[in-house]
């Protein structure tokens, strides 16, 4: 049989900066017709450049060197524009990670599609395009072809993606990362009609992500790049059950699976960074962060050798590896010390409401109308104990972002009361004194945007330390930096020297300078990589537990808020749903929205079941808020007009459990199963 | 100690200094150029009188309407002055006036800018508005009726280009500074108690810095032609002190006896005027953030 896919020494090099940097070194892969084959890999691992070049469309400065490249055995590589031009769409198509850019604006959808078929006549063209939205199941076909890209929703723009790539049916489908932009319930619900039409239609795709738990649900085999490098390659339950690369090994042990707790298992964080492409090591590129490294592996460069029939790795000690006589894995982080809960309350907030008054226009103004105002927060209590974590989850719009602000003050619009250690804070931050400042700080999402690029590591650390604790010495400073397990000479480093995980740790060592009482984390690690994250939240279990401060963790990943925290609460809309300590976050009763979240995640276990709970539509815009219940909406559980008329009550189980819902938690108990069900690590 | 510390073979990168900035606008043969033909103006209007082979109003009635010449570089005019002389004289005039025009309208719009686009609320939206108004007139025409009303003076035509470019440079920096205020950096400064001083600037304004730089060198060319423009038409620098504009405008009348009077003093203004944009566009490139 011919297959879809066969790439051969593959090598892409970039000519952009002062010497050629290679991008993807030597990479070969097959790929069966029928068959789903993951990429996976981390930023700088080359992924992207290898679909780009598999497309036959990367960027200029990008050369491919050497290598061969053949789609259902014609060869793409020395083929000119015009040649390729009919290959692309009928023989390879792609479906890209922002569908937004890559919908042309200014055509409605139905234009877009039935462009496709020249031949055809105007009505039937039409009639085709319509047909493909209804094949991605698109529940009202005619009124999506009319719209513009910008009327409907992302998950509905990547549905109209993967239809325009579907159209030809082409021999191999490239998927990059087609997900990753969507929210998780959106996402559940895209990934599982690509995984039907993929049945049904059994074409090769390649697809391309750094969710090890979307590849675990999808491939057959996989393919682990790793800085430019093929690092493994095999089937998908052979690398999941027994990874032989250490990378490998990694990348499955530093992601918190669903259903984890801090309490029961320590994540092993791949140390030191990813190497950058203009630096990597001449030999083993894994070799710097490798945990079973020996000298052969600085030396020269390991061969991808056979480990089994379809299996192939390149790493000089993986038959030890396989007969267990080393132990490739990262070695975990220390336990956290225990710590007796203090009964002490950190933060209490009672009716939190953040509003945005939305801007009127002149005419509006003219009239009189009310401004219309964008409900971000709505009737919020929380109370986070001395020494705990909080997690608040939530898809975008559901308002953690401004739960946060609104409790460090960083927005005027809040109401209500917010105390910290029993002391009422103004709202606004410009109204807090020294004392209050120190004692609530925040970690914010973008540590791209968390250090002032004008300034060294060591200024931004000194001016919390000067400002709220009155003391002026590198020393401390220093000890700042050692605190966050970064060496003391990056003092006087700039961020942009900065590797994003390092840009992250300084950040988290700004907000401990001024030695706070609670720390907010806004996705502190939703930006980085998964080797990075998860050495992230070690150090922040570490530093919780050293200074006893309590955290308020917000994140849109229910696996890792629940990993970290003791209690969690679920956000929808600016409301909560749901408040649960963690160890019975996972099992049933759950609030409907908290079920459908359960369900939506990729679990990181090719043999896990879960549960298939889908939920109908986008959020509801926040401008119109739906009444009574905020979920009925879209609730799989909706149970008549008392959702609609009326705000739901707060109901306790007996395990402290408390859901925002109109069902009694018995018959909830009575109705839902375990969402999941996934093995435990040891 | 994680194994981060063994990849730490970067040398700390020091802040971008003048010096620095200059060797690296040399690294491109572009700005290499834009570079040396602003320096090379500056050197003249600095010793420009010093070198200078005749007086600045050195009337020779015995070689008037002079071709170049070895005598005479860029000829005489039809009074018998020496061109050459006269455009380095007027280096001086325009250099100064524009330059310093320029620098202040950037000081105040900075100011302005910073301050209104980090406080918001009504009065920055009033003041944009206003800015916007202004900002609809030709800077020619709200030149010249600037000058209408003072008068033609050296000291009101730095008074026109302050106030034609503030507005610009203030609507320039309040962009960035909308763009940096909701930045982490930013936000942590906020709860760290830091006063609004110190945010403005020493957290905000570094970011605005290289924008401010290239927006302060295009304003400059602006200011130039400015300048020269108003000169052309009579009310810019005033007789006797030499000026490029106003030299045009009295070659005009003599384009086919003495065509050179005319072109130098046009050359003058248009090289100095690419030279400034070549190296506004070379210092976009240059000016990155420390450590990149």
Not at chain 1, 352 to 368: C, F, H, I, M, T
Request: charged letters at 20%; one cysteine or more.
């Amino acid at each position: 049989m011919i297959p879809a896919l066969s790439v051969e020494d593959l090598t892409v090099k970039y000519r952009n900066g002062p010497g050629p940097v290679t991008a993807v070194r030597e990479v070969s892969l097959e790929i069966q017709p029928g068959e789903v084959h993951g990429l996976v890999g981390e930023s700088g691992s080359g992924k992207t450049t290898l679909a780009l070049a598999v497309m036959r469309h990367l960027p200029e400065q990008a050369v491919i060197t050497s290598g061969s490249i053949r789609v259902d055995g014609q060869e793409l590589i020395g083929l000119s524009p015009e040649r390729l031009r009919p290959i692309w769409g009928s023989q390879i198509a792609m479906v890209p990670q922002d569908p937004l850019s890559a919908l042309n604006p200014t055509l409605r959808i139905g234009k877009q599609l039935s462009e496709r078929f020249e031949a055809l006549s105007r009505s039937d063209a039409r009639d085709k395009a319509i047909e493909l939205l209804e094949m991605v199941q698109i529940a009202d076909p005619a009124r999506v072809a009319r719209s513009y890209p910008h009327q409907i929703s992302g998950g509905m723009q990547q549905r109209v993606m993967i239809a325009m790539a579907l159209s030809a049916e082409p021999k191999l489908l490239i998927l990059d990362e087609p997900t990753t932009g969507l929210d998780s319930t959106t996402e559940a619900v895209v990934l599982d009609l690509i995984r039907e039409l993929m049945r049904a239609r059994q074409t090769a795709t390649l697809y391309v992500s750094h969710s090890l738990g979307v590849i675990a649900q999808f491939a057959d085999r996989l393919t682990v790049l790793y800085a430019s490098e093929l690092v493994e390659h095999g089937s998908k339950m052979d690398l999941f059950e027994n990874p032989l690369h250490p990378y490998t090994c990694g990348l499955l042990d530093s992601v918190p699976r669903l259903g984890e707790n801090k309490r029961e298992i320590q994540l092993r964080s791949i140390e030191g960074r990813i190497p950058s492409l203009e630096d990597l090591p001449s030999a083993c590129v894994f070799a710097p962060r490798c945990p079973v490294v020996i000298d052969i592996c600085q030396e020269t460069r390991p061969a991808l050798e056979g480990a089994g029939a379809t299996r192939q790795v390149r790493c000089y000690r993986w038959e030890e590896t396989r007969a267990g006589e080393i132990d490739p894995r990262q070695p975990p982080a220390p336990p956290p010390l225990e710590r007796p809960t203090i009964a002490e309350t950190a933060l209490q907030i009672e009716n939190l409401e953040v509003r945005y008054d939305q801007p009127r226009s002149l005419a509006e103004w003219l009239r009189r109308s009310p401004r219309q105002s964008v409900r971000a927060v709505d009737n919020v209590r929380l109370t986070i104990r001395k020494g705990e974590t909080l997690g608040l989850v939530g898809e975008s719009g559901s308002g953690k972002t401004s739960l946060a602000q609104a409790v460090v003050g960083l927005v005027d619009s809040a109401r209500g009361r917010v105390e910290l250690f029993g002391a009422e804070l103004p709202t606004q931050i410009k109204h807090r004194d020294r004392e209050t400042l120190s004692r609530l700080q925040m970690v914010m999402q973008n540590p791209d945007e968390a250090l002032n690029p004008y300034l060294t590591v060591g200024q931004s650390l000194s001016r919390p330390l000067a400002l709220l604790r009155g003391i002026h010495s590198e020393e401390e400073v220093r000890r700042l930096l050692e605190g966050v397990r970064l060496p003391p000479e990056y003092a006087d480093r700039y961020p942009a020297q900065l590797s994003a995980g390092e840009k992250q740790r300084v950040a988290i060592a700004r907000a401990f300078a001024a030695m706070p009482g609670l720390v907010l984390l806004d996705e502190p690690v939703s930006s980085l990589d998964v080797s990075v994250q998860a050495s992230i939240l070690n150090l922040l279990n570490r530093l919780q537990t050293e200074h006893g401060t309590s955290l308020l963790f917000i994140s849109h990943d229910i696996s890792v808020v629940g990993y970290l925290s003791e209690t969690v609460g679920v956000l929808y809309l600016g409301q909560l749903m749901e408040l649960a300590p963690s160890e019975n976050l996972f099992d049933p009763p759950y609030h409907p929205y908290t079920e459908a979240l359960l369900s939506a995640i990729p679990l990181l276990d090719p043999k896990a079941t879960q549960e298939r709970v889908r939920l109908r539509g986008g959020i509801p815009s926040s401008l119109e808020p739906p009444s009574g219940c905020p979920f009925h909406t879209r609730c799989p559980r909706f149970i008549g007009d008392i959702c609609i008329e009326q705000t739901p009550p707060w109901q306790e189980d007996k395990t402290g459990k408390r859901i925002f819902c109109h069902i009694p938690v018995s018959d909830l108990r009575r109705e839902q199963g375990q969402v999941f069900a996934m093995r435990k690590r040891e | 100690m994680t194994k981060e510390s063994t990849t730490a073979g970067v040398t700390p990168a020091r802040g971008w200094r003048p010096f620095t900035v200059l060797t690296r606008l040399f690294g491109r043969p572009a700005s290499a150029a834009g570079t040396s033909i602003v320096l090379i103006f500056l050197l003249m209007a600095l010793i420009g009188p010093l070198i200078a082979p005749y007086g600045v109003n050195e009337q020779i009635p015995s070689e008037t309407r002079q071709a170049p010449s070895p005598d005479h570089w860029f000829g005489t005019d039809h009074l018998g002055r020496d061109v050459f002389s006269r455009v380095l004289f007027g280096a001086r005039d325009i250099l100064l006036l524009a330059g310093l025009g320029t620098f202040l309208a950037v000081l105040a719009g900075t100011a302005i800018g910073l301050l209104s686009g980090y406080r918001g609320g009504t009065f920055d939206e009033a003041l944009m508005r206003v800015f916007d108004s202004l900002l609809a007139i030709p800077a020619l025409l709200l030149a010249l009726l600037l000058l209408g009303v003072v008068g033609p003076a050296r000291n009101a035509l730095l008074i026109v280009i302050v106030f034609v470019y503030t507005p610009i440079v203030a609507r320039v920096a309040r962009s960035v500074v909308l763009s940096v205020k909701s930045k982490g950096f930013v936000q942590a400064a906020r709860m760290r108690g830091e006063s609004e001083t110190w945010i403005i600037f020493r957290e905000i304004l570094p970011s605005a810095f290289p924008t401010l730089t290239v927006e302060g060198a295009l304003r400059f060319s602006y200011a130039i032609f400015l300048i020269a423009a108003l000169g052309f038409l009579g009310i810019g620098v005033q007789p006797p002190n030499p000026n490029w504009g106003l030299m045009v405008a009295e070659a005009r009348e003599h384009v086919f006896q003495t065509p050179w009077a005319l072109w130098m003093p046009a050359l003058a203004i248009s090289v100095l005027v690419i030279g400034v944009n070549l190296m506004a566009d070379g210092l976009r490139r240059v000016l990155r953030v420390p450590g990149a």
